[in-house]
Every structure is written in structure tokens, then in C-alpha cells.
């Protein structure tokens, strides 16, 4: 007898779930983010009181260390989905649900479940501390204007753990994952920015929390960032799932 896909969800997902939350260097990498996060932005926040910090917004210096922050959300992604090749935890999975597609899946949306109050936090933390240290001195900031940039980092973040758990299960290696994305995001990315177009993850997804200089052309909206972002998340996450369902656990 056939189950239905609906009634096979719930249960996946609360498995994944379980197994994401018992994984002792999911919470190791998020408690080191946030630290690493809070040291970047008392960094930034006191350049800021030193500088000109009346022509500074709070948001500016308190996300300044998301091109830092994206680190641990990328090792998040990695470490969520290559952790159970580690001592053949997959074969024990899959025997336990053999519905590879809708496992990958879900195991996804269980890292989104996660990823999403984590990345908020994070990112809220340093923009509270900033504002904190720098309230009389900054400019000025829109309530509407923080939520709008928080909610853009904060997907930024979550998009960017599930694209890196999507290549994570393409390469199902931690190591050479963790050199692939690292590479890209920290050496490639940044040498290259000024001779390729602006549609690629990291670069789309800036524009989603941090708006571009009066003097940049051809910069995207926030909703273009985002979208292109999402668009670079599922067709990874489609091709990591076509693999997933016909290579060997």
C-alpha cells in the first residue's frame, strides 16, 4: 500500500530535524558565528566612532561583517548535509526512508527551519550593537528601513546555507565542499567582481540587505537580488536531488 507524499512529509521532516539538532557542530558553527559576528562589528563600530561617523548609517557598519558572517552559514550548509557520509550514516538514512527526492528535500527545509531564526539573530545582533555604541553619532535609521535590510540579510544568509548544502550533497566530501565554496566566495568572488556580470549568489545577494552607492550603475533592486539568489539555490538544490536519486549512498 501506497503512502502519499503529504502524510510521508511530516514525519521525514521531524527526523530531519531531530538528526540537524542532535549534530553537536550545527550549534559549535552557529555559537562561533555569532561570536566571530559580535567581535567583527565592536571592530567596525569603533572604526566608526574614529572616522566620520556622523555620515555613516547605522546599517552599513553594523552588516559590514556579513562578507565575514557568510562563512559560518556556508560551513552550516556543508556540514548539514556531508555529516551523514561521515562513518556511512547515509546507507542507515535511506534504508530508514527511501524516498531519496523527498529526503533531500525536506532535509533542506529542516536546515531552513533551522538556518532562519539563527541568520536573523546574528544579523540583528550586530546592527543592535552598532546602534547601541553608535546612537548619537550615526545617522539616523528608519524603523521600516532596518526591518527591510534585516529581513534582506537574513535571507541572504538562509539562501546562501541551502545553496551550500545543496553542493554539499553534490560533492558529499566536507573538506573539498568547504575549499570549493570558500574559494569561490573569498578569493574568486572578490577578484573577479569587476570583470563579470552581477547575476552570480554571492554578488546578486548583496543587493538584497545593503543598497548600492549613488555613483554604481547597473546595480540590482533588492527583489532582483533576491530572486536571482532563489533562482541559483533551486537549481542547485534540483541538480544536487537529480544526483542524490542515481548515485550509490
Request: glycine share 8%; hydrophobic share 50%; charged share 10%.
Amino acid at each position: 500500500m501506497s503512502v502519499s507524499t503529504s502524510r510521508k512529509i511530516t514525519p521525514i521532516l521531524c527526523a530531519e530535524l531531530g538528526k540537524l539538532v542532535t549534530l553537536p557542530w550545527i550549534w559549535l558553527t552557529l555559537m562561533g558565528t555569532f561570536i566571530l559576528n559580535l567581535v567583527l562589528a565592536a571592530a567596525f563600530t569603533s572604526v566608526g566612532l574614529q572616522g566620520a561617523a556622523g555620515t555613516q548609517s547605522v546599517l552599513n557598519i553594523g552588516l559590514a561583517s556579513m562578507r565575514y558572517l557568510q562563512a559560518g552559514f556556508i560551513i552550516l550548509g556543508i556540514i548539514a548535509t556531508c555529516s551523514e557520509y561521515t562513518g556511512g550514516q547515509i546507507r542507515t538514512t535511506l534504508t530508514a526512508i527511501p524516498w531519496r527526492g523527498l529526503q533531500l528535500s525536506t532535509k533542506h527545509l529542516a536546515l531552513a527551519i533551522i538556518t532562519l531564526p539563527a541568520a536573523f539573530i546574528i544579523a540583528a545582533s550586530g546592527v543592535l550593537y552598532t546602534f547601541i555604541m553608535m546612537r548619537d553619532t550615526a545617522v539616523v535609521v528608519e524603523i521600516d528601513s532596518m526591518i527591510k535590510t534585516l529581513a534582506g540579510a537574513t535571507g541572504y544568509l538562509t539562501l546562501t546555507t541551502l545553496l551550500s548544502a545543496a553542493i554539499g550533497a553534490l560533492i558529499r566530501r566536507t573538506t573539498p565542499a568547504l575549499v570549493v565554496l570558500l574559494g569561490y566566495y573569498f578569493t574568486v568572488s572578490p577578484l573577479t567582481r569587476d570583470s563579470l556580470p552581477q547575476y552570480f549568489p554571492d554578488t546578486a545577494g548583496y543587493y538584497m540587505y545593503m543598497p548600492p552607492s549613488s555613483n554604481e550603475i547597473n546595480a540590482l533592486t533588492p527583489m532582483q537580488g533576491t530572486g536571482i539568489l532563489i533562482l541559483w539555490t533551486l537549481i542547485f538544490i534540483i541538480i544536487a536531488i537529480v544526483f542524490y536519486r542515481k548515485r550509490d549512498a
